[in-house]
């Protein structure tokens, strides 16, 4: 009886030491669910470059499988001084993403925000000659382009060069060089690597008159036989704009144009907006008030559900396009990441992710994943 006790006793520790020891099925992320759609995307800060955020690099491995850089290969940053390049995070970045087999975007080559002062000027403060700026862009795009080539998928080559109306943004790249500037940034990047998709990004594009600015724009590449492979749809939105309908619309007509769409820049906010078309440009702030940050404490529960059937009306859309739509990235992974915390005013609580604060998936991500199956069956 007692040799039965010992031998029952074994088999039981045996049974549980061989459970424990089994690798536990992981439940699917994003990017196993959507991996016959498109590609799954996050842009990367600096601590999960660096692996300091341990939490967030779990959830970017699990369910993300193409990264973009949010900051550390912008022009201010790589390229601080003429003579001078700064390519530690960059370098990081890459290395990241080819550890985990992702699809890597450079961004951005030329724009005309977070760009150094020298770019512009010469040793006296006076603006360059246009000789000189196309010069300098060259230059950089070459050496950037150049260190990264057969590494960096694809590129944003030119970032937020058109107004809502349709008209040029009078940056300083305009300014001195004229609407050449964009044909030769496209030119150069892709002589700087021939095998790398090249792209132009902007925000707001639901604007019929930023979308025939844009159609222009990549029309006359496409004319002259440069390079263009995909229109980046930045998506800062919120929860009443835009409709869904304008933002389908936009999707087909951009993909009317011959070039693939991209999703870009993805977060929805769920606080109000200081004025009444949202844009997303960076320069824009406004005064902390207490009314336009309500959820200090946490989302109401009809926010949260207004957030989650936003979040999943836009996903269901990109699933229909899925013909046209080749890349959805979210700009950031957590809330705790999120610029629009402090953008365009300072200082507000946020909730414009997929994950929470505390690194948990919201319920929409599994929404997202039961849509994504309903859908294949």
Known sequence: MK???IHSGLILILTLFSACTQPQKQEPGLKDALKDKFFIGTALNTN????????GLELIKKNFNSVVAENCMK??????????YNFTKADKFVELGEANNMFIIGHTLIWHS???AWFFIDDEGNDVSREVLIERMKNHIYTVVGRYKGRVQGWDVVNEAINDDGSWRESMFYTIIGEDYIKLAFQFAHEADPEAELYYNDYSMFHKGRQQGVERLVKSLQNEGIR??????QAHYGLNYPSITE???????FAGLGVKVMITELDLSVLPSPYETMGANVADRFAYRESMDPF???MTDSIEAQFKQRYLDFFKLF???QDKISRVTLWGVTDNDTWKNDWPIKGRTDYPLLFDRNYQPKTIVNEIIKEVASQNN
């Open 228 to 233: 263009i492979d995909a229109v980046g749809m």
């Open 319 to 321: 699933i229909k396009h």
């Open 3 to 5: 040799m039965n006790k």
């Open 114 to 116: 977070q760009a150094p």
């Open 48 to 55: 999960q470059i660096f692996g300091k955020d341990t939490l």
């Open 75 to 84: 022009s201010e940053v790589i390229h601080p001084k003429e003579d001078e």
């Open 296 to 298: 200090k404490n946490g």
């Open 247 to 253: 933002f389908e619309d936009a999707v087909t007509f």
